[in-house]
């Protein structure tokens, strides 16, 4: 059974930082793109930051410069350092895992971030 498991949301004030994680099991997980997403109620869902297997990386253009996604193979983890927070940043967070080669992804279940201003 495959599964994201995402931690690390939670309540700050702008400026602050949070790191997210997503652990994973049931996949193989070296082989999967890694992506980080967010959704505000009433939103589509809004692609943040993605890893791939080599760790090439890419940010949506109001996170460049303050958050950092990055991947730990022997845990099986994906991150993502916040930094500089923004109220604008406040939204549900999901972890996604895809394969470059195949039509077969995963999402976590979400993790709340919110920053007050």
């Known amino acids: 059974q495959v599964q994201l498991v995402e931690s690390g949301g939670g309540l700050v004030q702008a400026g602050g930082s949070l790191r997210l994680s997503c652990a994973a099991s049931g996949i193989t997980f070296d082989r999967y793109v890694l992506a980080w997403y967010r959704q505000v109620p009433g939103k589509q869902r809004v692609l943040v930051a993605t890893?791939?297997?080599?760790?090439?990386?890419t940010y949506g253009d109001s996170v460049k410069g303050r958050f950092t996604i990055s991947r730990d193979n022997a845990e099986n983890t994906v991150y993502l350092q916040m930094n500089s927070l923004k109220p604008e940043d406040t939204a549900v967070y999901y972890c996604?895992?895809?394969?470059?080669?195949?039509?077969?992804?995963?999402w976590g279940q979400g993790t709340q971030v919110t920053v007050s201003s």
């Open positions: 996604h895992a895809h394969l470059s080669d195949f039509p077969l992804d995963y």
């Open positions: 890893i791939g297997t080599e760790r090439s990386t």
